[in-house]
């Protein structure tokens, strides 16, 4: 695990660094990302368990069948720019009965900006990126703003 950790949060057996960690980062951490974590955040919106897949003792888990761990609203298959544009309202709404609903508004558009950053450049996404700017919050728009420069694009 700590081999594969993307910002190396685990700095020995048994401990763990948690101002490093995606998970924290995505989720407990409420204000301004850190810069030198947002690549490695990839497109990773809300947590990180990479450690947990390559822990030993997880090859031992079976997926539950229990319906509250099951795919919702088929958010399964949705493109990072879609959940972007969602208003506020669409957000509560799918999020319902959700884990995900707890990081709230703003850190959902934070997170997904820093993804679009590390997004492959395209005219969408500079565009998606640049029309939530103006209404952002101050939090959301320091995360734009590195997102777009992160596509050569800077906003005056």
């Not at 009965?97 to 990081?103: E, P, Q, T």
């Amino acid at each position: 695990c700590m081999d594969v950790c993307p910002t190396k949060a685990i700095i020995g057996p048994y401990k763990l660094d948690a101002r490093k960690c995606i998970s924290y980062l995505t989720i407990e951490h409420k204000s301004s990302i850190p810069i030198e974590y947002r690549k490695q955040i990839g497109n990773r919106v809300y947590g990180c368990d990479d450690c947990q897949l390559y822990c030993p003792w997880n090859k031992f888990g079976q997926i539950s069948k229990e319906d509250d761990f099951k795919v919702r609203h088929g958010l399964d298959d949705i493109e990072l720019i879609e959940c972007f544009l969602w208003t506020e309202a669409e957000f509560l709404k799918y999020m319902q009965g959700s884990a995900m609903l707890r990081i709230g508004y703003d850190q959902w558009l934070r997170n997904i900006a820093i993804g679009l950053g590390n997004a492959k450049t395209s005219e969408i996404i500079v565009n998606a990126l640049k029309s939530r700017y103006p209404e952002a919050s101050p939090l959301v728009k320091e995360h734009i703003s590195w997102a777009l420069a992160q596509h050569n694009f800077h906003i005056n």
